[in-house]
């Protein structure tokens, strides 16, 4: 598979600056394979319900929240903690 374009929203840029370092650790690692594999086996990537071409990607109790804009190109929007990210999507 084709290398994926990877756009990160200034409000996703924000929460990941926010997050632990060790957590911006495991986050930035979860990009960037997702960015190099696509949708792979080793992420944990769910499609979210009622929403087009959206996505999520667990990385502990953190979500990645993206969605496809273009064919190659993934908008991330919101990095969080699971209990508060869904709420406001």
């Known amino acids: 598979m084709p290398a994926t374009r990877i756009f990160i929203d200034k409000k996703a840029q924000k929460q990941l600056e ?3 370092r060790h957590i911006q650790i495991k986050v930035s690692t979860a990009i960037d ?3 190099k594999e696509g949708f792979s086996k ?3 990537i769910n499609k979210l319900k009622g929403l087009p071409n959206h996505f999520r990607v667990r990385v502990g109790t953190y979500r990645i929240l ?3 804009t273009y064919s190659d ?4 929007y919101a990095i969080r903690h699971r209990r508060s990210v869904y709420t406001k999507i």
């Open 66 to 68: 993206f969605a496809f």
């Open 33 to 35: 394979l997702l960015e």
């Open 73 to 76: 190109t993934i908008t991330i």
């Open 18 to 20: 926010e997050l632990p």
């Open 42 to 44: 080793k992420l944990d």
